[in-house]
C-alpha cells in the first residue's frame, strides 16, 4: 500500500514503565498488579483495560412485567503491539496477568505488517467520576418501576391497542487503564436507555409505534413522560388505517431526530477512519478539503459535550476526548480517529477509540454527532414544497459507506406547502456521495437525540447521541410498495 | 468442569434456603480470532468469557440475576431475592431430570488447530479472491472455539455439554471511483473438516464475477430471486418474529390464529431444528433443560407451531418445544436454534432463465428497519444483479426493495434445489418470488 505516511523503523526493546503518580485516590493495590504486569516484556506497547459493571434490566410486554434482572460483571483485557501488528487477550479475572500479557505479545508476534509509531500520547495521570443530580443506577428498583408501569398503562388503556413493549437498562461501568507509555486512568461512566413502544392491531393489520430516550445516567430522563406515552399509542392506532405511501423520489423534510439518525449514517461511519485508512481508493475519494455539500453544512463530532450519552474525558486508548469537524461548510475537513488510524494517515489523533466492553478491543467509533444549525424556519421549508414528504423519529438506519438507509417512525405526505395525510412508516435511502449535495435547507433548532445506540464490528449497542435541525433534502429515494 | 459443577452446587443450595424453586445456568466460552484487515493480518485475539445465571422462585414470583467474568457470585441470591419483589408470578416448575438425546456438536479437534494454521488458511482465502480481482482489499476472520455449559435446578434436572465451533468469514471492499462493491460470504460449524474453504471462496469469485457489470431496473414490481445470503438478509427477520411464541400470546403475530391453516405455498416446508450434526445452532437440551427436537414450524405452507419457552407455553397453555434460550447467558426467552428451509425442485439456472426481467438479490440494508412485525421486508439492494431475458446483465445499485412475507411466499413461483448454510443458523434454497415492489432513483 503506498501513501503519504512515513513509517520509521522502529527497535524492539523491553518496555519500561516509569510511574510518578502522586496519590490520588487510586486503588493502589490494582494499580501496583497491572504496573507489574506491564513490565519486562519485548512488544512496542502494551496497554491493559480492567472493569467492573452493574446493570438492571427492566421489560414489559403488554400488561405483564415479563423481565426484571441485574447483573454484575467484571474483567478485563489486554493488547499487545509488536511491529505493527496486534495480540488482544482478554480476561475474567486479574490473577495471572503477566502469564495473559505474555499471551497478547506472543499473539502480536504472528502477524508481519510493517512496522508503526501509534500516534504520540502524552503520559496522564487521571480519575474521572460522573456529576449526577439523580443517578438512575442508585435509584430503588420499586420507583424504576413506578415509573414504568404508568407508561404501560397509558399505552394499553388506549384505543386498539394490542399490546406493549417497554425496555429499560441502566448500567454503571468503572474502567481502569493503563499503559507502557505511563498512562493510568480511571473512569467511571452511567447510561440509561429504554425504549417504549405500542403495537396496535386491527383484524390482521399490525402497526406499532416508539418512543426511544436516554441519558448519561440522569433519571429524569424517565420522568415526566405521560402525554408522549399516550401519543405513541395513539399514534400506532392511527397508522392502521394510513397509506403506505408510493415509492419514489421526493423531497423530505427530516425533523431533528431523524436528521440526527441521518447524519450519524449518512456521513458519520464514513468519517471512521478505519474504513479509510488503508484503502487507498477511499483514501482519494474522502481527501481532506473536497466538498461534500453546500456552504451551510457543518458536520461535528464531540465526545466533550457535556452530560450526553456519547460524552467521555478520555477514550478507551486514554486519548482525550476532542470536538472534530467532520465536514465544516460543506467541505471535508477532519475524521474520527484512533492513534493507529492518525498515525498511519499523518493525521491528529481525536479521541474516539472506544469498546464496548472489556470483550472487545477499542475501535473507531462516533461520540456524539450531530449537523449544526443553521437559518431556516420549518415553515420556510415547507412553504415551497408542491408533493413531499414529512418524516420523523426513528426505527432504525444503517450504512455500507456508500448507499444508507435510515427509515422514519412517523411519516405524512406534504402537499401545496401544507402537511397533509399520516403515512405508514417510510424508509429512506441514498447515496453519501449525492444526497449531502441535495440538502439545500438547514433549520435553527438543533435538538440532540438520546435514544438508542450504535453497532459496529460485533460491538452493539454503544451509548452515541446524535442530533440535528429539521433539514430539506432534494431528490431523496424514498421505498414504499 | 468439575469444579464448575461444584459452584454451581453451592450458589443452588444458598438459593434453595430462601426461594421455593431455583436453578443455575452457567456458560463459559473461549475463542481465538484471527482478523486479516486489507489483505494483512493485523491481530490476533483470544477472548474468554463466563457466567452465572440464578433464577428463583420466592414468594411465587420470578426473580432474577446474572454475574458475568469475574463478577460477583456471592452476591448473587441477593440480587435475585432482590427483583423477585418485582418478579411476574411464577407459573411453571424447573424440569426434572431427564434423559438428553446425544446431539452430535463436539469436535476435539477445533481447539488443537494451530494459530498458524488459521493464519496460512486466512492468506489462502484472500489469495484466491485476489486471484480473481487483484485490486480487492478483504477483511477475513477465521474464528475456533469451545463452549461450556451446565445446568441445575431445584427438581433435580441437571445437565451439561461441551460444543465446539469453527468459522470463516470474508468480506471484500472494490472501490471505483465514487462506486463501492461489497462482498461477503461465510462458512462455520462445529467440526472443522466441514468448513469448507474452497465452497467460499468460490461463491466470493461468482459475487465478483456477476458484478462486473452494471445494470438498472425500473420502478415497477418485479419477480426477485432471492439467493440463500438474500433469503437471510430481507426475509428472515419477520419470520423469525411471528414464530416466536410471546408474539403469538400477546396477539402481535399475525399467525396468531393461524395454527393449522395454510398461509405459505404449498412448497414451502420450514424447521427448527436443533439436532442437526454438528450445527452451530444445535444443542441437546435448551437453556432451561428441555430436551431439543425437530421441530416443524411451517408443513406444505400449513402453519404447525410455534417457539416456547418454559414460562411462555405456560401462560398459552402449551409444552416448551426446547427454545428457551439466553442471549449472553441472561434471562431465557423463545428463540429458534437453527432454521431449515426444505429443499424444492427448480435449479438456479432454471428459475434465472424464467425470468424474462426481474431481480437477483443477495444481501440488502435496512431490511429490519421496517414493520417487520406485520411481515414487511425491504431495503436498499446492498448486492444484487439485474436478469434480463434469462440472463444475469450485472449489478444493480441505487435500488430499493418492499414488500410483505405474507404477500410474497403466498405464491412462490419456485424453490431452489440446492440449499445450503448462511451464517450456521439458516439453512435454505434460494426462493424465486415474484410481484416485489422495486424502486430506484430517478424514475
Same mark, same amino acid.
Given at each position: 500500500?503506498?501513501?503519504?505516511?512515513?513509517?520509521?523503523?522502529?527497535?524492539?526493546g523491553?518496555?519500561?514503565?516509569? #510511574?510518578?503518580?502522586?496519590?490520588?485516590g487510586?486503588?493502589?493495590?490494582?494499580?501496583?498488579?497491572?504496573?507489574d504486569?506491564?513490565?519486562?516484556?519485548?512488544?512496542?506497547?502494551?496497554?491493559?483495560?480492567?472493569?467492573?459493571?452493574?446493570?438492571?434490566?427492566?421489560?414489559?410486554?403488554?400488561?405483564?412485567?415479563?423481565?426484571?434482572?441485574?447483573?454484575?460483571?467484571?474483567g478485563?483485557?489486554?493488547?499487545a503491539l509488536?511491529?505493527?501488528?496486534?495480540?488482544?487477550?482478554?480476561?475474567?479475572?486479574?490473577?495471572?496477568?503477566?502469564?495473559?500479557?505474555?499471551?497478547?505479545?506472543?499473539?502480536?508476534?504472528?502477524?508481519?505488517?510493517?512496522?508503526?509509531r501509534?500516534?504520540?500520547?502524552?503520559?496522564t495521570?487521571?480519575?474521572?467520576?460522573?456529576q449526577?443530580?439523580?443517578?438512575?443506577?442508585a435509584?430503588?428498583?420499586?420507583?424504576?418501576?413506578?415509573?414504568?408501569?404508568?407508561?404501560?398503562?397509558?399505552?394499553?388503556?388506549?384505543?386498539?391497542i394490542?399490546?406493549?413493549?417497554?425496555?429499560?437498562?441502566?448500567?454503571?461501568?468503572?474502567t481502569?487503564?493503563?499503559s507502557?507509555?505511563?498512562?493510568?486512568i480511571?473512569?467511571?461512566?452511567?447510561?440509561?436507555?429504554?425504549?417504549?413502544?405500542? %403495537?396496535?392491531?386491527?383484524?390482521?393489520?399490525?402497526?406499532q409505534?416508539?418512543l426511544?430516550?436516554?441519558?448519561?445516567?440522569?433519571?429524569?430522563?424517565?420522568?415526566?413522560?405521560?402525554?408522549?406515552a399516550?401519543?405513541?399509542?395513539?399514534?400506532?392506532?392511527?397508522?392502521?388505517?394510513?397509506p403506505?405511501?408510493?415509492?419514489?423520489e421526493?423531497?423530505?423534510?427530516?425533523?431533528?431526530?431523524?436528521?440526527?439518525? #441521518?447524519?450519524?449514517?449518512?456521513?458519520?461511519?464514513?468519517?471512521?477512519?478505519?474504513?479509510?485508512?488503508?484503502?487507498?481508493?477511499?483514501?482519494? %475519494?474522502m481527501?481532506?478539503?473536497k466538498?461534500?455539500?453546500?456552504?451551510?453544512? !457543518?458536520?461535528?463530532?464531540?465526545?466533550?459535550?457535556?452530560?450526553?450519552?456519547?460524552s467521555?474525558?478520555?477514550?478507551?486508548?486514554?486519548?482525550?476526548?476532542?470536538?472534530?469537524?467532520?465536514?465544516?461548510?460543506?467541505?471535508?475537513?477532519?475524521?474520527?480517529?484512533?492513534?493507529?488510524t492518525?498515525?498511519?494517515?499523518?493525521?491528529?489523533?481525536?479521541?474516539?477509540?472506544?469498546?464496548? !466492553?472489556?470483550?472487545?478491543?477499542?475501535?473507531?467509533?462516533?461520540?456524539?454527532?450531530f449537523?449544526?444549525?443553521?437559518s431556516?424556519?420549518?415553515?420556510?421549508?415547507?412553504?415551497?414544497?408542491?408533493?413531499?414528504?414529512?418524516?420523523?423519529?426513528?426505527?432504525?438506519?444503517t450504512?455500507?459507506?456508500?448507499?444508507?438507509? #435510515?427509515?422514519?417512525?412517523e411519516?405524512?405526505m406534504?402537499?401545496?406547502?401544507r402537511?397533509?395525510?399520516l403515512?405508514?412508516?417510510?424508509?429512506?435511502?441514498? !447515496?453519501? #456521495?449525492?444526497?449531502?449535495?441535495? %440538502?439545500?435547507?438547514?433549520?435553527?433548532?438543533?435538538?440532540m437525540n438520546?435514544?438508542?445506540?450504535?453497532?459496529?464490528?460485533?460491538?452493539?449497542?454503544?451509548?452515541?447521541?446524535?442530533?440535528?435541525?429539521?433539514?430539506?433534502?432534494?431528490?431523496?429515494?424514498?421505498?414504499?410498495? | 468442569m468439575?469444579?464448575?459443577?461444584?459452584?454451581?452446587?453451592?450458589?443452588?443450595?444458598?438459593?434453595?434456603?430462601?426461594?421455593?424453586q431455583?436453578?443455575?445456568?452457567?456458560a463459559?466460552? =473461549?475463542?481465538?480470532?484471527?482478523?486479516? $484487515?486489507?489483505?494483512?493480518?493485523?491481530?490476533?485475539?483470544?477472548?474468554?468469557?463466563?457466567s452465572?445465571?440464578?433464577?428463583?422462585?420466592r $414468594?411465587?414470583?420470578?426473580?432474577?440475576?446474572?454475574?458475568?467474568?469475574?463478577g460477583?457470585?456471592?452476591?448473587?441470591?441477593?440480587?435475585a431475592?432482590e427483583?423477585s419483589?418485582?418478579?411476574?408470578?411464577?407459573?411453571f416448575?424447573?424440569?426434572?431430570?431427564?434423559?438428553?438425546?446425544?446431539?452430535?456438536?463436539?469436535d476435539?479437534?477445533?481447539?488443537k488447530?494451530?494459530?498458524?494454521?488459521?493464519?496460512?488458511?486466512?492468506?489462502?482465502?484472500?489469495?484466491?479472491?485476489?486471484?480473481?480481482?487483484?485490486?480487492?482489499?478483504?477483511?477475513?476472520?477465521?474464528?475456533?472455539?469451545?463452549?461450556?455449559?451446565s445446568l441445575t435446578?431445584?427438581?433435580?434436572g441437571?445437565g451439561?455439554?461441551?460444543?465446539?465451533?469453527?468459522?470463516?468469514?470474508?468480506?471484500?471492499?472494490?472501490? =471505483?471511483?465514487?462506486?463501492?462493491?461489497?462482498?461477503?460470504?461465510?462458512?462455520?460449524?462445529?467440526?472443522?473438516?466441514?468448513?469448507?474453504?474452497?465452497?467460499?471462496?468460490?461463491?466470493?469469485?461468482?459475487?465478483?464475477?456477476?458484478?462486473?457489470?452494471?445494470?438498472?431496473?425500473p420502478?415497477?414490481?418485479?419477480?426477485?430471486?432471492?439467493t440463500?445470503h438474500?433469503?437471510?438478509?430481507?426475509?428472515?427477520?419477520?419470520?423469525?418474529?411471528?414464530?416466536?411464541?410471546?408474539?403469538v400470546?400477546?396477539?402481535?403475530?399475525?399467525?396468531?390464529?393461524?395454527l393449522g391453516?395454510?398461509?405459505?405455498?404449498?412448497?414451502?416446508?420450514l424447521?427448527?431444528?436443533?439436532?442437526?450434526?454438528?450445527?452451530?445452532?444445535?444443542?441437546?437440551?435448551?437453556?432451561?433443560?428441555?430436551?431439543?427436537?425437530?421441530?416443524?414450524?411451517?408443513?406444505?405452507?400449513?402453519?404447525m407451531?410455534?417457539l416456547?419457552?418454559?414460562?411462555?407455553?405456560?401462560?398459552?397453555?402449551?409444552?416448551?418445544?426446547?427454545?428457551?434460550?439466553?442471549?449472553?447467558?441472561?434471562?431465557?426467552?423463545?428463540?429458534?436454534?437453527?432454521?431449515v428451509?426444505e429443499?424444492?425442485?427448480?435449479?438456479?439456472?432454471?428459475?434465472?432463465?424464467?425470468?424474462?426481467?426481474?431481480?437477483?438479490?443477495?444481501?440488502?440494508?435496512?431490511?429490519e428497519?421496517?414493520?417487520?412485525?406485520g411481515?414487511d421486508?425491504?431495503?436498499?439492494?446492498?448486492?444484487?444483479?439485474?436478469?434480463?431475458?434469462?440472463e444475469?446483465?450485472?449489478?444493480?445499485?441505487?435500488?430499493?426493495?418492499?414488500?410483505?412475507?405474507?404477500?410474497?411466499?403466498?405464491?412462490?413461483?419456485?424453490?431452489?434445489?440446492?440449499?445450503?448454510?448462511?451464517?450456521?443458523?439458516?439453512?435454505?434454497p434460494?426462493?424465486?418470488?415474484?410481484?416485489?415492489?422495486?424502486?430506484?432513483?430517478?424514475?
Open positions: 500500500m503506498s501513501g503519504d505516511w512515513q513509517h520509521s523503523t522502529i527497535s524492539e523491553h518496555c519500561a514503565v516509569l #510511574f510518578f503518580i502522586r496519590d490520588k487510586y486503588n493502589t493495590g490494582m494499580r501496583d498488579l497491572i504496573v504486569a506491564l513490565n519486562g516484556h519485548s512488544a512496542d506497547y502494551i496497554e491493559i483495560h480492567f472493569e467492573e459493571s452493574q446493570a438492571t434490566s427492566i421489560v414489559y410486554r403488554g400488561e405483564r412485567l415479563e423481565e426484571i434482572s441485574r447483573a454484575s460483571s467484571s478485563g483485557n489486554v493488547r509488536v511491529k505493527g501488528s496486534w495480540g488482544f487477550v482478554s480476561f475474567n479475572r486479574l490473577d495471572g496477568l503477566k502469564g495473559k500479557v505474555s499471551l497478547a505479545v506472543e499473539e502480536a508476534r504472528l502477524a508481519s505488517r510493517e512496522p508503526f501509534l500516534f504520540s500520547a502524552e503520559p495521570l487521571d480519575t474521572v467520576a460522573p449526577l443530580k439523580m443517578d438512575a443506577t435509584m430503588p428498583l420499586a420507583t424504576k418501576k413506578d415509573f414504568l408501569d404508568r407508561y404501560n398503562d397509558i399505552m394499553l388503556s388506549s384505543p386498539k394490542q399490546s406493549t413493549r417497554i425496555n429499560y437498562r441502566d448500567m454503571k461501568r468503572r481502569t487503564f493503563a507502557t507509555e505511563g498512562t493510568y480511571e473512569q467511571a461512566k452511567t447510561d440509561l436507555s429504554a425504549r417504549l413502544t405500542a %403495537i396496535a392491531r386491527e383484524d390482521s393489520e399490525i402497526q409505534a416508539g426511544s430516550l436516554g441519558s448519561n445516567g440522569e433519571f429524569s430522563a424517565v420522568k415526566g413522560l405521560d402525554e408522549k399516550r401519543e405513541t399509542a395513539k399514534r400506532a392506532a392511527a397508522l392502521l388505517s394510513a403506505q405511501v408510493k415509492g419514489g421526493y423531497t423530505v423534510i427530516l425533523d431533528p431526530i431523524l436528521a440526527g439518525v #441521518f447524519a450519524h449514517e449518512a456521513f458519520g461511519h464514513l468519517s471512521e477512519s478505519d474504513h479509510v485508512y488503508q484503502n487507498e481508493n477511499l483514501r482519494q %475519494i481527501v481532506l478539503g466538498r461534500f455539500g453546500g456552504k451551510h453544512l !457543518n458536520i461535528v463530532d464531540d465526545p466533550s459535550m457535556h452530560n450526553l450519552r456519547g467521555y474525558k478520555y477514550d478507551d486508548e486514554g486519548m482525550p476526548a476532542r470536538k472534530s469537524y467532520l465536514i465544516r461548510e460543506g467541505v471535508l475537513e477532519g475524521r474520527l480517529h484512533s492513534r493507529e492518525a498515525a498511519k494517515m499523518g493525521e491528529t489523533a481525536t479521541g474516539n477509540a472506544r469498546a464496548i !466492553n472489556y470483550l472487545f478491543p477499542p475501535i473507531v467509533r462516533m461520540s456524539n454527532t449537523i449544526e444549525p443553521g431556516a424556519s420549518f415553515e420556510e421549508m415547507l412553504r415551497d414544497i408542491e408533493e413531499g414528504v414529512y418524516v420523523k423519529d426513528w426505527y432504525g438506519g450504512t455500507s459507506l456508500e448507499m444508507f438507509t #435510515f427509515s422514519a417512525g411519516a405524512y406534504i402537499r401545496r406547502g402537511l397533509a395525510e403515512l405508514r412508516p417510510v424508509v429512506l435511502t441514498g !447515496n453519501v #456521495f449525492t444526497t449531502l449535495q441535495n %440538502i439545500d435547507a438547514i433549520g435553527d433548532d438543533l435538538e438520546q435514544g438508542g445506540g450504535c453497532g459496529k464490528g460485533g460491538q452493539s449497542p454503544l451509548p452515541v447521541s446524535d442530533g440535528s435541525p429539521h433539514i430539506r433534502i432534494r431528490h431523496c429515494v424514498v421505498g414504499g410498495r | 468439575q469444579n464448575d459443577k461444584a459452584k454451581l452446587e453451592e450458589v443452588l443450595r444458598s438459593a434453595r434456603k430462601v426461594a421455593e431455583a436453578e443455575v445456568f452457567s463459559s466460552a =473461549r475463542a481465538t480470532t484471527v482478523q486479516f $484487515e486489507a489483505n494483512e493480518l493485523k491481530q490476533v485475539e483470544s477472548r474468554e468469557s463466563s452465572t445465571a440464578l433464577r428463583i422462585f $414468594e411465587g414470583k420470578i426473580g432474577f440475576a446474572i454475574a458475568s467474568g469475574g460477583d457470585r456471592e452476591a448473587l441470591v441477593d440480587m431475592v427483583t419483589q418485582f418478579g411476574s408470578p411464577a407459573n416448575r424447573f424440569p426434572s431430570s431427564q434423559d438428553y438425546s446425544k446431539v452430535r456438536i463436539f476435539p479437534k477445533v481447539e488447530i494451530a494459530m498458524e494454521r488459521m493464519v496460512e488458511i486466512g492468506k489462502q482465502l484472500i489469495a484466491k479472491v485476489r486471484g480473481h480481482t487483484p485490486d480487492i482489499l478483504c477483511d477475513v476472520q477465521i474464528t475456533k472455539g469451545t463452549v461450556a455449559v435446578n431445584s427438581q433435580g441437571e451439561g455439554y461441551d460444543k465446539s465451533f469453527f468459522s470463516l468469514s470474508l468480506a471484500g471492499i472494490l472501490v =471505483r471511483d465514487t462506486d463501492i462493491l461489497w462482498v461477503e460470504d461465510s462458512e462455520s460449524s462445529c467440526r472443522s473438516d466441514l468448513v469448507g474453504i474452497p465452497e467460499l471462496t468460490d461463491r466470493v469469485v461468482w459475487q465478483l464475477e456477476m458484478a462486473k457489470k452494471k445494470a438498472t431496473v420502478t415497477k414490481l418485479l419477480p426477485i430471486i432471492f440463500p438474500g433469503v437471510a438478509s430481507a426475509l428472515l427477520s419477520p419470520l423469525v418474529l411471528a414464530f416466536n411464541g410471546k408474539a400470546l400477546e396477539g402481535a403475530s399475525p399467525l396468531k390464529d393461524k391453516e395454510q398461509v405459505f405455498d404449498k412448497k414451502l416446508s424447521w427448527d431444528d436443533a439436532t442437526v450434526a454438528y450445527g452451530v445452532g444445535s444443542y441437546p437440551f435448551d437453556d432451561e433443560g428441555v430436551p431439543s427436537q425437530r421441530l416443524p414450524l411451517v408443513a406444505n405452507g400449513v402453519v407451531s410455534f416456547y419457552d418454559l414460562q411462555t407455553a405456560a401462560l398459552a397453555g402449551k409444552k416448551s418445544t426446547g427454545n428457551g434460550r439466553r442471549a449472553g447467558g441472561g434471562f431465557p426467552s423463545p428463540a429458534i436454534s437453527a432454521l428451509l429443499k424444492g425442485e427448480v435449479s438456479f439456472q432454471a428459475m434465472v432463465k424464467d425470468m424474462k426481467e426481474g431481480l437477483i438479490v443477495a444481501a440488502v440494508i435496512g431490511a428497519q421496517g414493520n417487520i412485525l411481515g421486508f425491504g431495503g436498499n439492494v446492498l448486492l444484487g444483479y439485474k436478469v434480463e431475458d434469462g444475469i446483465v450485472g449489478r444493480v445499485k441505487d435500488t430499493m426493495i418492499a414488500g410483505n412475507v405474507y404477500q410474497v411466499l403466498k405464491e412462490l413461483p419456485g424453490i431452489g434445489q440446492e440449499a445450503r448454510w448462511v451464517g450456521g443458523t439458516l439453512q435454505t434460494p426462493l424465486y418470488c415474484s410481484g416485489v415492489s422495486v424502486t430506484t432513483k430517478g424514475n
